[in-house]
């Protein structure tokens, strides 16, 4: 635990002297010699200052501050904001039991982890004590059980932003419980949330987290047609959906997509071999409508998919890939703007999007010196 001898009262003085010898500068006397009403000692920095001040510094720093005196320390638990202690190596499980009672007005925490760490008893620390949390970082958590998510589902309503990517042990009844609870979320990762990732549980990611805009269910393979239509009759404003390695969904899923969520500008689709051509006519008749029918107004190029994967979806044709092409300007295959990827699948090369057809023009009908 980092604390009070880490950060000596006789550093904070030299520090805090030569600070006051810049701003003292003007003066005659000695930089802490100042006239009354002006801040003489560390510790008669104002609350908003410091906290300002802490905002500044990386978390290590702010945690060492909290130990100096029990005014930082107040001031550092109603004003800190933001944490993150992904840089602790080890013993961050014990860490959090010992922060989190004190810092209750956190409204993000990320706990990241290389090395699996935390435990369910600091998440249910987390629980109880940070109500206003609204962006928690719980990814690579591999020791974690579903009382974590049961905790996070009665604790922490106002989330908005959940990563629990990699936490492999959840079960789709604890995601369903947690997505009953938290319908204000609007960014949730569960890449490779193998067991948490079912039809089931995005029935009720749909039914009730109406305000989703990113999901990533990559290499979650239980997840199927039935999961992903929820999500699209559900989540309306979906605008990013990664769901490579998904390979027990269809076209289905992907007419869905492109029929209930006019703002989806990102689809991952690798790996997904059962997609066809049925699935690419669709996206390019889905913005072909949208004009039509003018649901999307004050359209430009911008609107639409910017990013599409296809990577490894060996059933497709050049047609049909060039036909979602040709309709979402944004899509690029020209070099350095890669964002129609399409990586094994060889008989695609034809195609291209339109500023490397028109590149391809110059290029040739610029005229040559006579060798």
């Not at 959090?96 to 699996?116: A, E, G, H, Y």
């Not at 193998?194 to 039914?207: E, F, P, W």
Request: with cysteine.
């Amino acid at each position: 635990m980092v604390g009070k001898d880490n950060l000596r009262t006789e550093d904070l003085n030299l520090c805090f002297e030569k600070l006051m010898m810049v701003a003292g500068s003007g003066n005659s006397g000695k930089g802490g010699n100042m006239k009354a009403g002006v801040i003489t000692e560390w510790k008669d920095i104002p609350v908003e200052l410091l906290v300002q001040i802490l905002s500044l510094v990386d978390d290590q720093t702010v945690i060492k501050a909290s130990g100096v005196c029990r005014g930082w320390r107040d001031a550092i638990c109603f004003g800190l904001a933001r944490l993150s202690l992904s840089w602790c190596s080890k013993n961050m499980n014990n860490l959090v039991l010992s922060l989190v009672p004190k810092f209750t007005k956190l409204q993000t925490l990320i706990l990241r982890q290389d090395m699996p760490q935390l435990e369910d008893n600091a998440v249910e620390t987390i629980a109880n004590c940070c109500h206003d949390l609204q962006i928690l970082d719980l990814s690579k958590s591999f020791k974690l059980t579903d009382r974590s998510l049961y905790a996070v589902a009665h604790g922490c309503r106002d989330l908005t932003k959940l990563n629990i990517s990699g936490c492999s042990a959840f079960s789709d009844n604890a995601l369903a419980y947690l997505a009953s609870c938290c319908r204000k979320l609007k960014i949730l990762n569960l890449c490779g949330c193998v067991k948490a990732a079912s039809d089931t549980a995005l029935q009720a990611i749909g039914h009730y987290c109406n305000h989703l805009q990113s999901l990533n269910l990559g290499w979650c393979d239980n997840v199927g047609d039935v999961g992903v239509m929820s999500l699209a009759y559900g989540c309306p404003d979906l605008r990013t959906i990664d769901l490579c390695g998904c390979v027990r969904i269809t076209d289905d899923s992907v007419i869905a997509l492109a029929n209930r969520c006019p703002h989806l500008r990102s689809l991952g689709l690798y790996y997904c071999k059962n997609i066809t051509d049925r699935a690419m006519y669709s996206l390019a008749h889905s913005k072909v409508n949208k004009r039509m029918w003018g649901s999307v107004k004050g359209g430009n190029d911008e609107d639409g998919l910017r990013t599409l994967n296809i990577s490894q979806c060996t059933a497709l044709t050049p047609s049909a890939v060039q036909a979602v092409c040709d309709s979402f300007p944004s899509l690029h295959t020209c070099s350095g703007r890669h964002s129609l990827i399409m990586s094994g699948c060889l008989n695609l090369t034809s195609v291209h999007c339109a500023c490397a057809v028109h590149a391809h023009r110059v290029f040739t009908n610029f005229p040559h010196p006579a060798h």
